[in-house]
């Protein structure tokens, strides 16, 4: 059977949200832009979209700015801000486990002037906060840290770190890269402090080439991309209307009986993660103690000692289970994880550690067939080793 424990790198495509985007691409098909009836319908569209997803947020419709993914929206969110307060300061404080969508183009600012500190973790993934408030400074412009890792599943409590930044400096902007996170939690940014936040589409069920960036009114932020003036100038370029649509639709669907969701995939995880501790000697999993609520419901960070993670992805591939031994988007670099090293894990388990990740459509049957899979191919590998 096809067993696909990798929702964290991508999720499928919803039927209703396919159904959405061809709709779009075929029927409706009209530019936003255009005076025409054809271009009012789909700027029409790209309104009743931007509504719904403003309210998953609790937030205003325009504070929504539609992206091409999260890559986009940290990008834009980052650069953006840093180019807005530039007279301010060049001070921007990050973690040191952030996704590459977020350090990359930290290091090009900092390559172009700007400081950058990055804040340390404990063993669980989360932000010392001491580390942190030590690094806040009178010309420190900007604060980045993600709600959710997408490696290790540890989930920073955004609210209380916002707070405490803002009571050292209150003229800091606060960027979450919740990429990991929507979807999966509830989030309502004004309650927790958050004046930008990244969302991608293709990890909850929506288009890949999808995403969008909640900016905070009144929020210094500059555009990135110009030509046409789309998006009230902020985002240039012919909007995406089947991807939009596709993305509310996404959007609408994941928060619908959403508790349920959330509680099947945090079931899934506990099960699944019993099973590999107990039955395969040398099977751990990082970030998590005693309760495995303590990190996000659809990631799992296992590491097995002994055995190549890669070796076993590719072992796991031939029949028919799809894991990751990291970031997807790093596949194409492989190396030691930045995040392992970062939570402190063992060197000789910074190569033996492979993420499971699932979703709300994640069955039991599936991941039963994953643990037995597992326990065949463990100490096959393990015996390849000691020769």
């Known amino acids: 059977m096809e067993c696909y424990l990798d929702n964290a790198a991508t999720t499928r495509t919803a039927k209703e949200v396919a159904d959405e985007v061809m709709k779009m691409m075929t029927i409706d098909f009209g530019n936003p832009s255009s005076l025409h009836t054809k271009g009012f319908e789909a700027e029409q569209y790209v309104k009743a979209a931007r509504k719904t997803i403003a309210d998953t947020l609790s937030v205003k419709d325009s504070e929504i700015l539609f992206t091409s993914g999260g890559t986009e929206s940290n990008n834009m969110a980052l650069i953006g801000t840093a180019l807005a307060k530039k007279r301010m300061g060049k001070h921007i404080i990050t973690t040191s486990f952030e996704h590459a969508s977020v350090t990359s183009p930290l290091l090009f600012l900092e390559e172009n002037g700007y400081e950058i500190s990055f804040c340390p973790v404990d ?56 990429i990991q996170s929507y979807g999966k939690y509830v989030i309502k940014p004004k309650e927790e402090g958050i004046d930008l936040l990244s969302v991608s589409g293709h990890k909850i069920n929506g288009p890949k080439g999808t995403g969008f960036l909640y900016i905070k009114s009144g929020s210094k932020i500059k555009p990135i991309i110009y030509g046409g003036g789309q998006q009230k100038g902020m985002r240039s370029g012919t909007d995406n209307v089947p991807g939009i649509v596709g ?63 890669e070796v076993l992805l590719h072992s796991l591939e031939e ?56 326990k065949e191919i463990v100490p096959k590998l393990r015996r390849h080793v000691r020769r």
């Open 247 to 309: 993305l509310a639709k996404a959007a609408q669907l994941v928060y619908e009986n959403h508790s349920e969701k959330v509680a099947k995939m945090y079931e899934i995880k506990e099960h699944f993660a019993k099973r590999l501790t107990s039955e395969i000697e040398g099977a751990s999993v990082n970030c998590v103690t005693q309760d495995i609520r303590e990190c996000a419901p659809h990631v799992l960070s296992v590491s097995i000692e002994g055995v190549r993670a």
């Open 123 to 178: 063993a669980m993934g989360h932000v010392k906060e001491d580390k942190l408030l030590d690094m806040v400074r009178p010309d420190t412009i900007l604060v980045s840290i993600m709600y959710v890792n997408n490696e290790v599943g540890a989930v920073q409590d955004i609210k209380r770190l916002s707070r405490l930044v803002k009571e050292k400096n209150p003229d800091i902007t606060f960027h979450s890269d919740c």
């Open 319 to 374: 029949k028919e289970v799809y894991v990751s031994s990291g970031s997807a988007c790093s596949s194409n670099h492989p190396g030691t994880s930045g995040t392992l090293v970062a939570i402190g894990l063992d060197k000789k388990l910074l190569d033996s550690t492979v993420r499971f990740s699932f979703s709300f459509q994640t069955t039991m049957e599936e991941v039963d067939y994953a643990v037995e899979a597992v």
